[in-house]
């Protein structure tokens, strides 16, 4: 994630502490899962069950009204 940011002109060493609070936060929403390491250390990838259960709330029918 920083490394794609630096490419992008992002200044990572500046602001390396809200990257770490950021990705933490989003670990704890459930939205990413930490592979390996600990705190902010390490390979993240995205949480598949999270994924299917936001696509199971979308595709809710709409109720008809009387």
């Known amino acids: 994630l920083q490394k794609a940011q630096a490419i992008r002109g992002y200044d990572v060493v500046?602001?390396?502490?809200?990257?770490?609070?950021?990705?933490?936060?989003?670990?704890?929403?459930?939205?990413?899962?930490?592979i390996k390491g600990?705190?902010?250390?390490?390979?993240?990838?995205?949480n598949k069950a999270r994924k299917e259960t936001k696509e199971k709330a979308q595709k809710k029918k709409p109720v008809a009204k009387p």
């Open 14 to 34: 500046k602001s390396n502490n809200s990257i770490k609070l950021r990705l933490r936060s989003l670990v704890t929403q459930g939205i990413l899962v930490q």
């Open 38 to 46: 600990s705190s902010a250390s390490g390979p993240f990838k995205l």
